[in-house]
């Protein structure tokens, strides 16, 4: 067969999410997951996906045209990706903003010496938000740029919450502010602040005896995570946190407003509305991954962003096909 052959590396949400986007798209094909856990303690969302440990993806790598990296961005991604991308094209969603050029350089020295592609930082945020970033300013060179994150599960914003005595359970929703989107879109294009931006909304259940007043009085005056922010508290029942709140949706808003000549606003307005953050992610990841295959094979090597990866190489149909079907 000439399918495209992807392992799956770390097997939390986002390699789930892979597992499942993998099976839409019938030019790839999966080859395993590869873990640094015990291959038989990690249960798949499809019984028949094999589990391998990572170990053993040494002997693979005729085995595999790329890897989907799925671990976090914290600690696995700077140290799994460049180790790698020695061996295999691959791409991975690092959405540590401040350190893409830092981990780009580890990548492209490990891709180039290694004479494989691996494209970084796919995904929404980074990824498809930071095109739509890059389109406006390049096409509307006067303007303004703005990013409105949300209706959005915040994870670091929901653990701060729960490290709260007498919190139970909890989750915290990040929203894009109606107000500062009327504006944007009005073509105001104003200077806004972080509170202006975004509001935040805390869904909390107590232990029992604990004071809501004061629980709410800590988490809206937390600094840094809900000071700064508008934020309202919801005190809920364990039974309605699980009933819910179990679901990751997220998404946002990329808005480009500038001018051609005076007084002639343009606008450019780019949305995602999520409802499984990390099944979106997962189908970005898989349509990169067909792409850096593709660049392996004609030969590019190299660390890419999605800046670099044209986008008719995302799509399974024939460049002919799209220039008939899509332009
Ligand atoms: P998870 O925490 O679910 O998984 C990360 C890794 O942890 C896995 O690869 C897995 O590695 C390990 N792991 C998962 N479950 C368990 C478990 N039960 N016990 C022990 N280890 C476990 O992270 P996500 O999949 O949710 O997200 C990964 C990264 O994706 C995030 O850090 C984030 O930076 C990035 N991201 C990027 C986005 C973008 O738009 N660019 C959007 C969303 C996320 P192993 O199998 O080897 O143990």
């Known amino acids: 067969t000439d399918r495209i052959r992807v392992g799956i590396v770390g ?3 986002l390699g789930r999410g892979v597992e499942t986007s993998i099976g839409l798209n019938p030019d790839l094909e999966l080859v395993g997951v590869f873990s640094r856990r015990d291959p038989l303690s990690v249960e798949t969302a499809r019984p028949e996906t094999p589990v391998f440990a990572l170990s053993e993806l040494d002997g693979l790598t ?21 180790e790698l991308a020695a061996k295999f094209t691959l791409v991975d ?22 004479g494989t592609v691996a494209v970084i930082s796919t995904g929404w945020d980074p990824g498809l938000f930071s095109l739509n970033r890059l ?14 994150w949300g209706r959005g599960l915040s994870q670091g914003h929901s653990d701060a919450l729960r490290r709260i005595p007498g919190v139970a359970g909890a989750v915290q929703y990040t929203l894009p502010s109606e107000r500062a989107i009327e504006r944007v879109r009005a073509g105001e294009n104003p200077e806004l ?23 709410r ?27 819910d709140h179990a679901g990751m949706p997220h998404g946002g808003f990329v808005i480009r407003s ?19 953050n990390p099944e979106f992610t997962s189908s970005v990841l898989v349509a990169y991954a067909r792409a850096a295959a593709r660049l392996a094979a004609s030969g590019t ?6 800046f670099d990866v044209a986008p008719g190489l995302l799509s399974p149909k024939p460049a002919e096909q799209l220039r008939a079907e899509l332009l």
């Open 11 to 13: 097997y939390g949400n």
């Open 62 to 82: 005729d085995a595999i045209d790329v890897l989907i990296l799925c671990g976090g961005s914290r600690s696995d991604l700077p140290v799994q990706t460049p």
């Open 93 to 114: 969603s690092f959405d540590t903003h401040a350190k893409i050029p830092e981990h780009f350089a580890a990548v492209d020295a490990a891709a180039s010496a290694g």
């Open 135 to 148: 389109f406006g300013e390049a096409i509307l060179p006067q303007g303004n740029t703005y990013t409105f």
């Open 193 to 215: 602040t972080t509170r202006e931006q975004h509001d935040r909304e805390c869904f909390v259940v107590l232990e029992e005896g604990a004071d809501p007043e004061a629980i």
């Open 217 to 243: 009085e800590t988490i809206v005056t937390m600094p840094d995570y809900f000071e700064p922010y508008n934020t309202t508290v919801h005190f809920i029942s364990a039974e309605e946190l699980a009933r």
């Open 258 to 276: 500038g001018e051609s000549s005076p007084g002639v606003t343009q606008t450019i307005e780019y949305r995602l509305a999520l409802d499984s």
């Open 301 to 306: 090597t190299g660390a890419l962003t999605p």
